[in-house]
């Protein structure tokens, strides 16, 4: 069999095989070996990997919610007032409806799907204090809560209300919360 | 007593009892709610999260102006428009000129070719492979437009030669149409000779300014053909009514008609009862029909801005009063904005004020519809707090001694009152005193008590208090239908279908079941959201438990018989005869409780209900290993009942006994006119709490949704081009978690309610009353009136002369 030459196209270091021209790419030269087609994001979504093409105006949720299914995300106000589309980026909470797709390449992101299946005490404390009502707005408001005690264990009192103002809930049920989150934070597995 | 109540299998005229020895879930804290997990992690799916395969999405044309009508309109670039799979325009001939049915006993056109408001869905709607696309489509289309005068304020709209707000159907802007009142003159006793007698007379003006909904979901429906089979996925609280308006719509047997009821997005009334709400649905149906896809409509936050509550009004007010605080005489004016109210009526239903003389007037006005949200009885409350606080005002007296001075029913005192509770069984209790009393410890008022505008702050800020009470009340008369399945496990289902309004009701239904029938809570189950042809109930809002517990009592007791009997008899499967499970006892000797069934008289003799059920329907008597094979040999156990709750929730002659206070303290800054609620105090006489957790929720929430109304809520229109101003949810503001401080939550139980086991609704009583919570309390602070809600910094500047 004809033994084949890969040239690296910026150095032109010649190379046996397609995976050792990738890996001396991406070693030396900092980037992807293949130009990603238009669009291509991959995101780190509650620990597993997902690859998608996305359009440039598409936002975070939809994609999350429309695209991928995890729709436990929910629209509210449907722009930037509300909190109820709330997930954790690289650790903060962010507004996925405030957020271009397209804009999130790399990040690793967790939902109140993941947050759920890793039975954070939230859940329970939130069931068990009736801390919903209509429950639309409930998992932004468990994932904001979520995003604190991740920086801040113990919160105060205040601390809570303050994590939690920019969250709105139609039914009231706001008073339920501080309840439900100061119970979590108590089990907490290092608390 | 009308014979239709003698009739019924349960009076409400007599007291219902709770029977705490009876009693494992009823009543019990801790018990979980059977929504929470679910709502909680993001798994309860609601309308708007639901994808079809091949699935379109509808939009509507929004009309730029408040009262115009379509020329001309050309949809042909709409139509080229690559992802456009069908556009339906208000001339096509499926629609034009029909007018439908609606809630209310109201009609509306199918797809209407004018507008009454800026913002009306109207036009065309177009149906597109994306929400994008669709949008897109929208810009295309472009419309001639006859633009006609506007008018936006209910007094103006009365004026002669003020502009007709809808020219289509009214040559007048005076509506009648339900449920706003008639205009005719209210007269109870001789106003005229009240004031004569009254040693004081009191006027006043007061205003409430158009709020609105801003529910939680965004509207939205689905539609599907599968032949000659319609199915929705609706978000709306009455979904059963939709198979009743497809079948008019289409024609449509109603037992083709499929409904799903997803979780609802919190709606608190409003959309569900304006007109259009159905026809929304028929809308897609039809689109969903020409394209052979399913058709999802949705709007947007801003769309989604087309409906208001019914307390928009103008109230003139003069009332006659005695020193010692009674009121003898009132006269009431009030102008509504497109639906109204009987403003009067508490003071009828529930005071011994003898001589009352009202009018309410609605106009029609270039304004979304307005509706009951959270709820109709806003008028009322409206009109009692004013009074209330200005007779106090007007006497130097305590609120609470005026209150408890002109409590009764029907023009009569309390005695009357006590009278009836001893005739019917109920505890002699004074429910207003008792309510006070709690609540003035827990705000501590007899120590913070002061003049009004006499008690400044260190911090510089203007210190009040305030107090309203009202009584309790269910608005809506219902009725409802459900069944108990018990399945061959032992495990048991509630059989009906309802929309959840996220009041912990099915939970407490399932506790009913549970204690009724004998069972463990967590042995029954119920899957409301699926149609199966059984509504509990429809309209879903108001009377939830108070219709539906009477529903599931019924049923739970009959399927606890069909049990014992099943326990007593033999059972005839295909391969063999099964010798009872409790051979040679009568039924009556048996009870259940804990999920077993077990002899009176010797209670170790027990069997769990698992045992005696399972050779029942699926068995061919080889036992439960083989409960898949067919062989159905002896009816299943299922009983079904029926219940139908009076008109607001009692009988007539059926006095209210259960009151309702509140209390408040708040910090008015005299330099920013902000308002700083720094307690809330609420005392709910709920008769008795059958969910404890779930009161104190509707406590809070309604605390939250009143204050935010009192103080921030209103839709704000241009007045030179009657266009929405503020309609976002950053610009249209309600509380936050911030904008209140601790609200204390006290239950009373006096045992005196309508519903079962002597309980009765709060859940829109306080979110009802509080909405005026706030404005007793400011005069308290600042010695002076703001009769004009919402109550804004600017209003209380301008009262203070600052403005």
């Known amino acids: 069999m004809e033994e084949r030459v890969y040239t690296c196209p910026y150095c032109a270091m010649a190379h046996n095989s397609t995976e050792a021209l990738k890996s001396h790419v991406i070693a030396e030269h900092k980037t992807e070996p293949l130009p990603s087609p238009e669009g291509l994001i991959r995101l780190a979504i509650n620990g597993q990997g997902y690859e998608l093409t996305v359009e440039p105006h598409w936002t975070l949720y939809q994609v999350i919610h429309d695209k991928l299914g995890l729709t436990g995300s929910k629209m509210f106000c449907d722009r930037g007032a509300c909190g109820s589309c709330t997930v954790i980026m690289d650790g903060r909470p962010i507004l996925s409806c405030m957020t271009l797709a397209i804009e999130c390449h790399g990040k690793s992101i967790e939902t109140i799907e993941g947050i759920a299946e890793k039975k954070h005490p939230l859940i329970d404390a939130y069931v068990k204090h009736h801390c919903m009502q209509c429950g639309y707005c409930t998992p932004g408001f468990v994932v904001t809560a979520k995003a604190l005690l991740d920086r801040n264990p113990k919160p105060t009192e205040e601390e809570i209300r303050q994590a939690l103002a920019g969250n709105l809930c139609r039914c009231g049920t706001y008073p339920q919360h501080v309840t439900a989150v100061q119970e979590a934070a108590k089990k907490l597995p290092n608390s | 007593m009308a014979l239709e109540i003698k009739d019924m299998p349960i009076n409400p005229m007599e007291r219902d009892q709770y029977e705490p020895e009876r009693f494992n879930a009823l009543g019990k804290r801790g018990i979980r709610r059977i929504d929470g997990y679910k709502k909680a992690s993001g798994k309860a799916i609601y309308t708007r999260d639901i994808t079809l395969p091949g699935m379109l999405y509808a939009k509507w044309l929004r009309s730029p102006y408040p009262n115009a009508k379509i020329i001309t309109m050309d949809t042909s670039r709409a139509e080229a428009l690559s992802g456009v799979r069908g556009v339906l325009r208000y001339d096509d001939p499926e629609v034009m000129g029909r007018r439908v049915i609606g809630t209310y006993g109201s009609t509306e056109d199918m797809l209407a070719g004018y507008c009454y408001f800026e913002g009306q869905q109207m036009g065309a709607v177009v149906a597109a492979d994306t929400e994008e696309i669709a949008n897109e489509a929208l810009k295309l289309i472009k419309v001639e437009w006859e633009i006609r005068p506007f008018v936006l304020d209910g007094e103006e709209a009365l004026k002669p030669g003020a502009p007709l707000a809808r020219p289509e159907w009214f040559q007048d802007n005076l509506s009648a149409d339900p449920p706003s009142p008639a205009p005719n003159v209210l007269n109870r006793g001789d106003v005229e000779k009240g004031f004569k007698e009254a040693d004081r007379i009191i006027e006043f003006k007061a205003r409430r300014r158009y709020h609105g909904g801003a529910d939680a979901e965004l509207l939205c429906g689905i539609s599907r053909w599968e032949d000659d089979c319609l199915e929705l996925w609706l978000h709306h609280q009455h979904p059963y009514e939709h198979k009743w308006t497809m079948h008019q719509y289409f024609g449509v047997p109603m037992n083709k008609v499929t409904a ?270 699926e149609d199966v042809y059984l509504p509990a109930m429809t309209p879903d809002g108001s009377s939830n438990l108070t219709t539906n517990g009477y529903v599931m009592r019924k049923a739970a007791r009959k399927a606890k018989q069909q049990l014992l009997e099943v326990a007593t008899s033999i059972v005839n499967t295909i391969e063999r005869d099964i010798p009872p499970a409790f051979p040679g006892i009568k039924p009556e000797d048996l009870d259940v409780g804990e999920s077993q069934v077990f002899v009176k008289a010797d209670p170790s003799s027990r069997k769990s209900i698992a045992e005696v059920v399972k050779d029942m329907h699926g068995s061919m008597g080889w036992g439960l290993d083989y409960a898949a094979i067919q062989g159905t040999t002896h009816a299943p156990v299922f009983a079904w009942a029926y219940h139908r709750q009076g008109r607001y929730g009692t009988e007539p002659g059926r006095h209210r006994l259960c009151r309702q206070i509140h209390f408040c303290e708040i910090e008015v800054d005299p330099e920013t006119g902000e308002i700083d609620v720094k307690r809330v105090v609420n005392v709910n006489d709920v008769g008795k709490a059958l969910s404890p957790e779930a009161v104190e929720g509707q406590q809070y929430g309604g605390t939250y949704m009143g204050v935010g109304r009192n103080v921030m809520e209103e839709y704000i229109w241009d007045p030179p081009t009657g266009v929405l101003l503020n309609g976002s949810l950053l610009d249209y503001k309600w509380a936050t978690m911030l904008d209140l401080g601790p609200v204390d939550t006290i239950i009373v139980e006096t045992g005196m309610g309508y519903g079962p086991y002597g309980t009765c609704g709060i859940g829109e009583d306080v979110a009802t009353i509080t909405t005026h919570l706030l404005q007793g309390a400011v005069y308290n602070a600042t010695g002076k009136w703001v009769d004009d809600g919402p109550i804004t910094p600017d209003k209380v500047l301008r009262a203070l002369g600052k403005a």
């Open chain 2, 260 to 529: 799903h009821a997803p979780y609802n997005g919190g709606m608190y009334g409003g959309w569900n009862w304006i007109p259009y709400s159905q026809i929304a649905q028929g809308v897609s149906a039809i689109l969903a029909r020409r394209t052979g896809r399913p058709v999802k409509w949705v709007f947007d936050r801003r769309e989604d801005f087309v409906f208001g509550s019914m307390d928009a009004q103008v109230s003139y007010i003069k009332v006659g009063i005695k020193n010692d605080g009674l009121i003898i005489a009132i006269d009431m004016k009030s102008v509504f904005e497109n639906t109204g109210n009987f403003a009067e009526e508490h003071f009828l239903e529930n005071t011994r004020v003898p001589n009352i003389r009202a009018l309410n007037l609605t106009g029609r006005v270039n304004k979304p519809p307005a509706i009951a949200i959270r709820c109709e009885q806003l008028p009322m409350c409206f009109a009692f707090t004013h009074v209330f606080n200005h007779v106090a005002a007007a006497l130097n007296m305590d609120p609470t001694e005026v209150a408890l001075k002109n409590d009764g029913a029907e023009g009569h005192g309390l005695e009357h009152l006590n009278q009836f509770k001893q005739d019917h069984g109920f505890p002699v209790r004074d429910s207003l005193k008792e309510c006070i009393e709690k609540g003035k410890k827990a705000i501590g008022w007899d120590e913070k008590w002061h003049a009004p505008g006499a008690k400044k702050l260190p911090n510089g800020k203007l210190h009040g208090l305030g107090f309203i009470w009202d009584n309790e009340w269910d608005d809506n008369r219902g009725a409802g239908v459900a069944g108990v399945f018990i399945q061959q496990d032992g495990s048991i289902n509630i059989v009906a279908f309802r929309a959840d309004v996220g009041v912990n009701a099915e939970t407490t239904y399932c506790q009913v079941v549970a204690d009724e029938l004998g069972a463990r809570i967590e042995d029954v189950h119920f899957r409301h959201q």
